[in-house]
């Protein structure tokens, strides 16, 4: 959510080939790359969706919420989603566009209104199934009705927004929604798919062959990379959420050591939740007896198992209503705050 902070994308160059349908390159794809195949049933892939499928905006036929002098609803008119927000004496209704996230944590909505795209000021959030601010929202209540219906995106915050929810939406550097595919497809971060299905040519750039720091900034493009966050912010809380920055931060990263690179742990095709003592093999590579890692790595004195539940712990990030899992791997002391 809060798709549209400016996010400079450095490593990839999508082109026209991706306008065509990326759901049909992923069956193609699942063919041959069957332990692949499951991406197309992660929350990546699914980080777009259009209001008449959407099934939160479905199961939900009337979400309301209320701010000082404006009042929001989300009503469901048969595909259609309808957003509204009235000061009593003017009101602006707008269809909804495109529906941004899964719903795992949330969901934030975008609006097209007189060829300008907004983020809504008000998203849903499964904790309290019910909405409230947008992440990143001005707390206080905006001086007009026109700044209550949301925050204007820039067009270069659009593309951002789209680029890292959906696949072929950027096409030859210009925004074209019209041929996107929702969801982060397999050509999405695979640039070259066409013609490697079609046994033209190989992929040619194998992603797993990345270092630690070349992959942090490749997933960061969406999920922000450290130098997006420590340039533009935010500087609070909030950045709990953006892996990259919070694992570049830990004390035990190194750029040069692939052990601690985001696919060590994350499989991109496989989004399938696990327990955290299934990721104990990783930190044991270093931080265990005779284990090759930075000098001076450090044994646990407290426990052997579990490592990511106490040194990657739970954040809460109230105005998300959720806990995101802090990436920033640390010995945390109990009553100390997060670092930001």
């Given amino acids: 959510m809060n798709c549209g902070r400016l996010r400079p994308l450095t490593l990839i160059a999508l082109t026209a080939s991706l306008a065509v349908s990326a759901s049909a390159q992923n069956d193609d794809c699942g063919r041959c790359h069957a332990r692949q195949a499951p991406q197309s049933k992660t929350g990546m892939a699914r980080a777009l969706s259009a209001p008449a499928k959407e099934e939160i905006l479905r199961s939900h036929p009337l979400l309301t919420f209320r701010q000082g002098p404006y009042s929001y609803s989300i009503e469901r008119r048969g595909d259609e989603s309808i957003y509204s927000v009235t000061d009593g004496k003017d009101t602006i209704s707008l269809p909804i566009s495109w529906a941004f996230g899964l719903g795992a944590a949330g969901q934030t909505y975008l609006l097209h209104r007189n060829g300008l795209w907004y983020e809504g000021r008000v998203s849903y959030y499964k904790d309290t199934q019910a909405l ?10 905006p001086p007009n009705l026109d700044e209550a219906l949301g925050r204007e995106l820039s067009p270069q915050g659009a593309e951002e927004c789209f680029n890292c929810h959906s696949t072929g939406a950027v096409v030859n550097g210009k925004l074209t929604v019209d041929h996107l595919t929702p969801g982060v497809q397999c050509a999405r971060c695979h640039e070259g798919v066409e013609r490697h299905a079609a046994k033209l040519e190989d992929i040619p750039r194998k992603l797993h062959a990345m270092t630690s720091e070349e992959t942090a900034d490749y997933c960061g493009q969406c999920h922000r990379t450290w130098a997006t966050i420590a340039t533009q912010g935010p500087n609070n809380i909030t950045n709990v959420r953006f892996q990259p920055y919070r694992l570049v931060n830990s004390k035990c990263y190194d750029a040069a050591d692939d052990r601690i690179r985001c696919t060590s742990c994350h499989d991109p095709h496989n989004d399938e939740a696990k327990p955290f003592a299934s990721y104990d093999n990783r930190c044991q590579a270093c931080h265990a007896p005779g284990g090759k890692g930075k000098a001076g790595a450090k044994l646990c004195s407290v426990g052997k198992a579990n490592c990511a539940g106490c040194h990657m712990p739970k954040v809460l990030i109230p105005t998300a209503h959720n806990r ?17």
């Fill in 132 to 141: 409230d601010l947008t992440v990143g929202a001005q707390p206080n209540a």
């Fill in 324 to 340: 995101f899992t802090d990436h920033w791997i640390r010995i945390d002391k109990p009553g100390t705050p997060p670092p930001v």
